[in-house]
């Protein structure tokens, strides 16, 4: 199973779901769908945009958890 840690490294980062909704230029429903793990799939745009608004990398906020 793929995990989103989206909300953890927002907080390291110290920025909002609005102010991140606007950098990367999703919608707030979609980027709130990502951080609770209730995405099916995310384009790589979207995720490239995600980490270059936060300066991490896709092992920062993805990590694969074996069931």
Do not use: P, Q, Y
């Not at 919608?27 to 300066?55: E, G, M, P, V």
């Amino acid at each position: 199973m793929i995990v989103i840690n989206l909300d953890v490294m927002m907080a390291k980062r110290k920025i909002s779901l609005n102010e991140l909704s606007e950098k990367v230029g999703i919608t707030l429903a979609n980027l709130s769908i990502l951080k609770n793990n209730k995405a099916k799939a995310i384009r790589f745009s979207t995720l490239a945009a995600i980490c270059k608004a936060l300066d991490c990398r896709v092992e920062d906020i993805m990590e694969f958890i074996d069931e």
